[in-house]
């Protein structure tokens, strides 16, 4: 990025003023303009108070590995004090971002397996919901034998999971090895990035860039490539697999969403983050009949649980009766209303900032993880060594009855709730949208025909670099009107959950071919698959269709997008569809620009060695069109037929 260049881009930083003006979403509006009534501080304000932002690390060339720096490279100072120049301590950061995203989804994941194997030792009061996913896991990992329980089963693919994650002694990553497709094994083979384990690439990650070992930045792309494998097969796919025996599968159902479904007359619990361990057993928990009955006691009409983030999300397609939202960004916008009674903080995407928030109402803030605590908010959950799981449902009642008992001392006078209310359809999995086709053949001949012109992954997180939630929406537009389908998870799924895209109403937006090929199957145009870590549902549908295609995903006219991604799991999940052989589209620069190099691994030495790259176009419009054109020159080489263009524009 020249300095010019850098410039325009931190000029094009919108203020809160402008957030003000172009929420997709009427609700953020009225509750930026209650925020600002109450003097409360969100992460807008508190953005605008960090500008200029630094250049140095917004291109990635700050050091900090050692204390001979800080370290800055400049024209005139072009190398740190060690010698490193800009290639490498730009390769250096950003893997070790890649190894902070192989924590982050791992570290919650590795929860889920420790109860899906307490589960299965019966020490933790939990049912295997999803036998017929333990059947075929333990299938394709070579375990399974009808004579084997189903609690035996649930304990070997757990100890496979959390081997993988841990394997010290070089060895077959087994999950990878059972499931990645046999083109892509090759590939990553050849290049010789397959992981060992995923604590082992993150342990050689930090290794690596520490101060005068890895000085090649194309070395440390490669591990930051092997590493990306090890966040895709442990900490996505390991993780989703243990969630899906634990819980069950998806179901499809519909929910009402948006600050609007607050109800005052009940006992409202959010919550917040991403493990489902202890949000599960605590939206169980309220169905008992006699903690129906305290609520009632305390004189409200029931209890209602609100989803925040992804924990909210993991909640609701597996229990229903959970109403998304916010995403991590909105979440203080959530508690101006003053309506939540019980806040409860697991892990992740929990801004410090919601507690200064919760400190002007009544709200109580729970947190449940060792990892992750607040000033200020009560700690109960699991401890450092998980020694209490077997506790989880002993706490989840806690943490409802706390909630009953302090929904009285919300002051009505306090509380003012945007009357703003969506529906949406939830709960999509590859299982159920095959069957919505009769089959995965229906759905490639769609897109044989061009009458689904491609499939887009579009996900990722907010980042008030760019005006909140606009991106994710005006890219969803023009993907719909070019007959593209839009498959959404986590945070960016909640502006498509909150303005009726996740509904059949909004064929409306769609060309002639998705109108056609999903209403009569009565699907909408975006199809809701959970959380973030349901990337993993993402790449399986896709991998399903390649195969029926007789053809490597690489081929196919899939596409992932996170236009306003901000974190390390960012980058992560953008390099796990890019590994697969597929384009990642984005708003938001990574912090690599400060090297040509680097920078150009990413945008193009890719496409050779992979099949994928990154592209990024700070206009919405701009990179979904660049999109679209993607897409038509995969269907080109696959000698399928263009679709025409939609007649009127978006
Ligand atoms: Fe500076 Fe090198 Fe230390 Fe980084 S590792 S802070 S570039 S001396």
């Known amino acids: 990025m020249t300095p010019d260049e850098l410039k325009a881009h931190r000029a094009s930083y919108p203020s809160r003023a402008q957030v003000r003006e172009t929420p997709p979403d009427p609700a953020v509006r009225a509750l930026l303009d209650l925020a600002a009534e109450k003097g409360i501080s969100t992460v807008f304000d508190r953005f605008d108070k960090q500008k200029n932002h630094c250049g140095h690390g917004l291109t990635g060339v700050c050091c900090r590995i050692c204390h001979m720096g800080p370290c800055q490279v400049t024209p005139r100072a072009p190398r740190g004090a060690c010698g490193a120049d800009a290639d490498v301590i730009v390769a250096r950061n950003i893997l070790r971002w890649m190894a902070g995203a192989v924590a982050a989804h791992g570290a919650r994941g590795r929860e889920v397996i420790l109860a899906l194997k307490a589960a299965a030792e019966g020490r933790l009061d939990q049912p295997i919901r999803g036998v017929a996913k333990l059947n075929a896991v333990a299938k394709a990992l070579g375990l399974f034998d009808e004579a084997k329980s189903v609690q035996t089963l649930a304990a070997e693919v757990a100890d496979v999971l959390l081997d993988d994650m841990s394997r010290t002694v070089p060895g077959d990553h087994r999950t990878l090895r059972a499931l990645a497709p046999p083109e892509r094994i090759k590939v990553w083979e050849e290049l010789d990035i397959l992981p060992i384990g995923s604590q082992q690439e993150v342990f050689e990650a930090l290794h690596r860039t520490g101060v005068g070992t890895d000085g090649d930045w194309r070395n440390l792309m490669k591990q930051f490539l092997r590493t990306g494998l090890a966040f895709s097969w442990s900490s996505v796919a390991g993780s989703a697999i243990a969630m899906d025996i634990l819980y069950g599968?998806?179901?499809?159902?519909?929910?009402?969403?948006?600050?609007?479904?607050?109800?005052?007359?009940?006992?409202?619990?959010a919550v917040h983050g991403h493990s489902p361990v202890l949000v599960s057993a605590i939206v169980e928990a309220a169905d008992a009949p006699d903690i129906q009955e305290q609520a009632k006691a305390a004189g409200a009409t029931g209890i209602k649980f609100y989803g925040i983030c992804c924990s909210g999300l993991s909640a609701l397609?597996?229990?229903?009766?959970?109403?998304?939202?916010?995403?991590?960004?909105?979440?203080?916008?959530?508690?101006?209303?003053?309506?939540?009674?019980?806040?409860?903080?697991?892990?992740?995407?929990?801004?410090?900032?919601?507690?200064?928030?919760?400190?002007?109402?009544?709200?109580?803030?729970?947190?449940?993880?060792?990892?992750?605590?607040?000033?200020?908010?009560?700690?109960?959950?699991?401890?450092?060594?998980?020694?209490?799981?077997?506790?989880?449902?002993?706490?989840?009642?806690?943490?409802?009855?706390?909630?009953?008992?302090?929904?009285?001392?919300?002051?009505?006078?306090?509380?003012?709730?945007?009357?703003?209310?969506?529906?949406?359809?939830?709960?999509?999995?590859?299982?159920?949208?095959?069957?919505?086709?009769?089959?995965?053949?229906?759905?490639?001949?769609?897109?044989?025909?061009?009458?689904?012109?491609?499939?887009?992954?579009?996900?990722?997180?907010?980042?008030?670099?760019?005006?909140?939630?606009?991106?994710?929406?005006?890219?969803?537009?023009?993907?719909?009107?070019?007959?593209?389908?839009?498959?959404?998870n986590g945070c960016a799924s909640f502006p498509l959950l909150k303005q009726g895209y996740c509904t059949t109403g909004a064929l409306d937006k769609g060309g002639d071919g998705l109108r056609q090929e999903l209403g009569e199957r009565n699907l909408p145009p975006v199809l809701h698959m959970g959380e973030c870590l349901d990337n993993a549902r993402a790449s399986g549908l896709f991998r399903i269709l390649a195969d029926a295609a007789g053809r490597p995903i690489k081929d196919m006219p899939f596409a992932f997008s996170s236009p306003e991604w901000s974190n390390e799991k960012g980058v992560g999940a953008s390099l796990s569809f890019r590994l697969l052989g597929l384009n990642s589209y984005h708003c938001i620069p990574a912090p690599v620009t400060g090297s040509e190099n680097v920078q150009r691994f990413f945008e193009h030495d890719t496409a050779d060695i992979l099949g994928g790259v990154m592209v990024v176009d700070n206009d919405p419009e701009a990179l979904a069109l660049r999109l679209i054109t993607d897409l038509d020159t995969r269907r080109d080489q696959l000698g399928w037929p263009r679709p025409s263009a939609r007649s009127t524009a978006p």
């Open 249 to 269: 599968l998806p179901q499809r159902s519909r929910i009402a969403t948006n600050v609007g479904t607050l109800d005052p007359a009940c006992v409202n619990i």
């Open 317 to 488: 397609y597996r229990h229903g009766d959970v109403h998304p939202l916010a995403n991590a960004v909105g979440a203080e916008l959530v508690l101006a209303t003053g309506a939540i009674d019980l806040w409860v903080a697991d892990l992740q995407d929990v801004y410090p900032g919601i507690m200064d928030v919760a400190e002007c109402f009544h709200t109580k803030v729970v947190t449940t993880s060792d990892s992750a605590r607040l000033p200020g908010a009560i700690a109960m959950g699991f401890d450092h060594r998980h020694a209490n799981i077997g506790e989880t449902r002993a706490m989840a009642r806690k943490i409802v009855e706390m909630a009953i008992a302090n929904q009285p001392l919300r002051n009505a006078a306090n509380v003012h709730i945007p009357p703003v209310t969506a529906e949406a359809e939830i709960g999509f999995s590859v299982e159920n949208i095959g069957e919505a086709f009769g089959g995965p053949a229906a759905l490639l001949d769609a897109l044989k025909s061009g009458a689904i012109r491609g499939i887009v992954n579009l996900v990722g997180c907010n980042n008030p670099k760019i005006p909140y939630e606009v991106a994710i929406s005006r890219v969803t537009d023009i993907l719909l009107a070019h007959d593209v389908l839009v498959l959404t």
